[in-house]
């Protein structure tokens, strides 16, 4: 099956820049999106399509495609942006999505 | 404005068959483009996409659970509801439905997305006997 790797943690100091990758063969040929999750709480979409930015979503995220891996961005971090960071796209058919393993982002 | 409700037994015994319903308001599943999913989160663990349906009825299934899945919608109760056979305790989980926004088709080809903008809440689902 298809598959896409994060790493498990990134720790970074306020005001710091945070970069949580995401690699995947299919990459190159499908969209990658974003997902922000607070412990207890429903994920909520931060990025689509590789680096649009849903509206009410702070610019301080951004999102970026190089071959076989994205970026999502966090500059400026602030204390409210720890949480779990999903990558998701799909396979290099478009048949169907899958997420990555997460990240934990911790703010120091 | 987008919202979902997850709804459904609580605790099922192993063996037995998951029943989950999706409902839905500010958007209707008979316009073009629109799908709904599910994904779940089994605690402390990531997320994992389970199933999709769309508009025109196509239906998207997780290759590694598609035996057990089944996804229906019922457009007059802006409803998708979501069935997995032959429960185990590893399917102990919190279970989330997510409007899709974006699927188009062209030339007798239909395309999608897949991301989820907006997500219910969830609802979480024990198995064990």
């Known amino acids: 099956s298809y598959e896409l790797t994060q790493p498990p943690s990134v720790s970074v100091s306020p005001g710091q820049t945070a970069r949580i990758t995401c690699s995947g063969d299919?990459?190159?040929?499908?969209?990658a999106y974003w997902y922000q999750q607070k412990p207890g709480q429903a994920p909520v979409l931060v990025i689509y399509k590789d680096s649009e930015r849903p509206s009410g979503i702070p610019e301080r995220f951004s999102g970026s495609s190089s071959g076989t891996t994205v970026t999502l961005t966090i500059s400026g971090v602030q204390a409210e942006d720890e949480a779990d960071y999903y990558c998701?796209?799909?396979?290099?058919?478009?048949?169907?999505?899958?997420f990555g393993g997460g990240t934990k982002l911790t703010v120091l | 404005q987008i919202t979902l409700k997850e709804s459904g037994p609580t605790l099922v015994k192993p063996t037995q068959t998951l029943t989950l319903t999706c409902t839905f308001s500010g958007f209707s599943l008979s316009t073009s483009g629109v799908g709904v999913g599910w994904i779940r989160q089994p605690p402390g663990k990531a997320l994992e996409w389970l199933a999709l349906i769309y508009w025109n009825d196509d239906k998207r299934y997780s290759p590694s659970l598609k035996s057990r899945l089944t996804i229906t919608k019922d457009t007059s109760k802006n409803q998708v509801v979501l069935t997995m056979t032959n429960m185990d305790p590893v399917d102990t989980a919190t279970y989330y439905c997510?409007?899709?926004?974006?699927?188009?088709?062209?030339?007798?080809?239909?395309?999608?997305?897949?991301?989820?903008?907006?997500w219910g809440k969830g609802t979480t689902v024990t198995v064990s006997s």
């Open positions: 299919a990459l190159p040929k499908q969209y």
């Open positions: 997510a409007h899709s926004p974006y699927g188009y088709c062209s030339g007798g080809s239909c395309y999608y997305y897949y991301y989820m903008d907006v």
């Open positions: 998701q796209s799909a396979d290099s058919s478009g048949t169907y999505p899958e």
